[in-house]
């Protein structure tokens, strides 16, 4: 009884120097992260001169080949390269998605460095699909976006050798930064067209219709409790029907 006090003392110690040591690997990290943002603009520096200068200007001022990149914004500039949009095979291409030819950590450096050229554009969205509506989703989609992608999101051509894509590869960031940036000859939207709540819909009902066709599958993993359910009353009558014979036979 006498001893318990005392034995505290060892974890006492132990999280003393847990704290220490924490904070020993704590103080590298927070110095390293602030390196990171300079090498990182200079990565981005040099792999904007190797793919994208010859179009755009060293300094994003632009060229015959390509527009200025002046104000465009973070959400641009990810969209584009998140997608694979860029860099662009050959001026005058519409520019589609493909695989990134980038890391997400060369995209980040990029994005910084075009930030340096000008500040203002579209800053990243925020979205948050679960907070959205199906039934607005779907609403705001039908009149904002159906006509151009069709309604079931499968894409269509809108003239002029343009095509609006089948919505079906959009992660749900790159939906919502296609609709704040209006990607070439797509409209942008601010938050007067379509608000944040409305924003959030949006993304929701496409992520849902992906999973459209698996609707026969919703329906039958609902039957899995339903078979728990049954189990449980066969199971249940069957113990009941033994304890009722074994207490009869008893007599
Ligand atoms: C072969 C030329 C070419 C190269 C290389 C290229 N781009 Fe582009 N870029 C274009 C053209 C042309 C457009 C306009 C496309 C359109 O809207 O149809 C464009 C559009 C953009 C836009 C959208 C601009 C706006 O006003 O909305 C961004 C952002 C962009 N490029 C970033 C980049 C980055 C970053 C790189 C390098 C990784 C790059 N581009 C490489 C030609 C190029
Ligand atoms: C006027 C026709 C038009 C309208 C309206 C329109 N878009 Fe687009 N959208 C396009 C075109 C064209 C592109 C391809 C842009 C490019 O050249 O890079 C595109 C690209 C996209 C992409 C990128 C797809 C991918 O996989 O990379 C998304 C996501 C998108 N649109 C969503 C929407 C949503 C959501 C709406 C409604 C709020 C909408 N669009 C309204 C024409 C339109």
Redesign the pocket.
């Known amino acids: 009884m006498r001893r318990r006090p005392r034995s505290l003392l060892p974890w006492v110690f132990v999280a003393i120097v847990g704290a220490g040591v924490a904070q020993a690997l704590f103080a590298p990290i927070s110095s390293s992260a602030q390196e990171a943002s300079s090498s990182q603009l200079a990565e981005g520096r040099r792999?904007?001169e190797?793919?994208?200068?010859?179009?755009?200007g060293p300094l994003?001022e632009g060229t015959t080949?390509?527009?200025?990149?002046a104000n465009?914004g973070p959400a641009?500039?990810d969209?584009?390269?998140s997608t694979g949009?860029?860099?662009?095979?050959?001026?005058?291409?519409?520019?589609q998605r493909q695989t990134p030819?980038?890391t997400a950590e060369q995209i980040r450096a990029?994005?910084s460095f075009?930030d340096t050229f000008g500040s203002g554009g579209t800053e990243m969205p925020t979205i948050d699909p679960q907070a959205g509506s199906l039934d607005l989703g779907q609403q705001t989609y039908e009149a904002n976006c159906a006509a151009c992608h069709g309604s079931a999101g499968s894409g269509d051509s809108i003239g002029g050798n343009q095509i609006a894509p089948a919505l079906d590869q959009a992660t749900a960031l790159q939906i919502a930064q296609a609709i704040r940036?209006?990607?070439?000859?797509m409209p942008r939207f601010g938050t007067t067209a379509i608000d944040q709540h409305e924003l959030d819909s949006v993304v929701r009902f496409l992520l849902y219709l992906r999973e459209a066709p698996n609707h026969g599958g919703l329906g039958l993993t609902r039957i899995g409790p339903v078979a728990e359910g049954f189990v449980g009353v066969v199971v249940g009558l069957g113990l009941l029907l033994l304890v009722i014979r074994y207490t009869g036979t008893r007599e």
């Open positions: 792999l904007f190797q793919s994208c200068a010859s179009c755009h994003g080949n390509g527009p200025t990149l465009v641009n500039v969209f584009m390269l949009r860029m860099p662009l095979a050959q001026p005058g291409l519409q520019p030819i980038f990029i994005v075009v940036v209006g990607p070439g000859p």
